[in-house]
């Protein structure tokens, strides 16, 4: 994901959330938001549900410090994983 004037990836959202850095959640949204969005959608042919699903794992990803015990995969997969149990 590109912000401008910085290039975002899954170890820099993780360092930040793990530090308590706000700035983590909110390059996780702008990184991911949409295109889980989308991407549940295609299960659900339903935005606005699909939009609750992936606020919910936002929200948990964030509560259940779940960035603290990412071993292999990276957010994309963790987020569509967790959106699709939840369908």
Same mark, same amino acid.
């Given at each position: 994901?590109?912000?401008?004037i910085l290039q975002v990836d899954d170890k820099?959202?993780?360092? $930040?959330? !793990?530090?308590?850095?706000?700035?983590g959640m909110e390059f996780m949204f702008t990184?991911?938001?949409?295109? #889980? @969005? $989308?991407? !549940?959608?295609?299960?659900?042919?339903?935005?606005?549900?699909?939009?609750?699903?992936?606020?919910?794992? #936002? @929200?948990?990803?964030?509560?259940?410090?779940?960035?603290?015990?990412?071993?292999s995969g990276g957010i994309r997969e963790i987020?569509?994983?967790?959106?699709?149990?939840?369908?």
């Amino acid at each position: 994901c590109a912000l401008p004037i910085l290039q975002v990836d899954d170890k820099l959202i993780i360092g $930040l959330l !793990t530090a308590n850095d706000p700035r983590g959640m909110e390059f996780m949204f702008t990184c991911y938001y949409r295109p #889980l @969005v $989308l991407w !549940t959608d295609t299960i659900l042919n339903d935005i606005p549900a699909a939009e609750d699903l992936v606020q919910e794992f #936002l @929200v948990d990803f964030w509560q259940q410090h779940v960035y603290e015990r990412i071993s292999s995969g990276g957010i994309r997969e963790i987020g569509r994983a967790s959106c699709r149990e939840r369908v």
